[in-house]
C-alpha cells in the first residue's frame, strides 16, 4: 500500500510540474485562437453569431459616427491583432491593454441592451447573454497572463548581469 501512495505522489509531482510549467502558455495559445477564430468571423458578413449585437453595440459607443461595416471591420482587425499578438507572445503589454478594452465593450450589451441579454434581469441571461457572461472567463485569463509579462524580460537581465561579473 505504501509503494501505491508513494507511486501516486511521485506521478501527482509530474503531473503539477509539468502543469506549472506549460499552464500559461496554453492558456495564452488558446486564448489567442479564440481571439484569432471570433475575429476573423467578423471579416465575413453573416458568419458571427455575435455580428449583429456588436454592430448596435459599436453603434452607440461610437454615436453612429463610424458607419456600420466599418467598425465591424475595426472590432474584426482589433480581436484579430489580439490574437495574433497571444499566439506568438508578442507585444503582450499592448496586446492586453487591447484585449482588456475589447472586452469593456463586450460587455456595454449588457448595460446597452438589457432586455436583450437576459430573459429576466440580472440573473437569467440569454444566449447571447451567457456568450457576454463567458468573457469574465477570457479577463481572467487575461489576468494570468499578465501576471507573467516581464518574467522573460527579468531573467533576461539578470542574465545579463551576471554574464558581466
Known amino acids: 500500500m ?3 501512495y508513494d507511486t501516486y505522489v511521485r506521478v501527482d509531482g509530474r503531473i503539477r510540474e509539468w502543469m506549472a510549467h506549460n499552464g500559461i502558455t496554453l492558456l495564452r495559445v488558446s486564448l489567442g485562437i479564440i481571439f484569432v477564430w471570433f475575429g476573423v468571423l467578423k471579416f465575413f458578413s453573416g458568419l458571427s453569431p455575435a455580428e449583429d449585437l456588436a454592430l448596435r453595440t459599436t453603434q452607440r459607443l461610437t454615436l453612429r459616427m463610424i458607419p456600420a461595416n466599418v467598425s465591424l471591420s ?3 482587425a482589433w480581436e484579430s491583432a489580439i490574437g495574433l ?3 506568438t507572445n508578442r507585444f503582450m503589454r499592448a496586446t492586453l491593454f487591447l484585449l482588456f478594452v475589447q472586452m ?4 456595454a450589451p449588457l448595460v446597452l441592451f438589457p432586455r436583450e441579454v437576459f ?3 440580472p440573473f437569467v441571461p440569454t444566449l447571447e447573454g451567457q456568450y457576454i457572461v463567458k ?3 477570457l479577463v481572467s485569463a487575461g489576468v494570468v497572463i499578465g501576471a507573467t509579462v516581464g518574467r522573460r524580460d527579468r531573467a533576461r537581465a539578470s542574465g545579463l548581469a551576471a554574464s558581466r561579473m
Do not use: E, M, Q, S
Not at 104 to 107: D, P, T, V
Open 2 to 4: 505504501r509503494r501505491l
Open 74 to 76: 475595426i472590432l474584426a
Open 85 to 87: 499578438g497571444l499566439l
Open 104 to 107: 469593456f465593450g463586450a460587455a
Open 119 to 121: 430573459t429576466v434581469f
Open 135 to 137: 468573457n469574465l472567463v
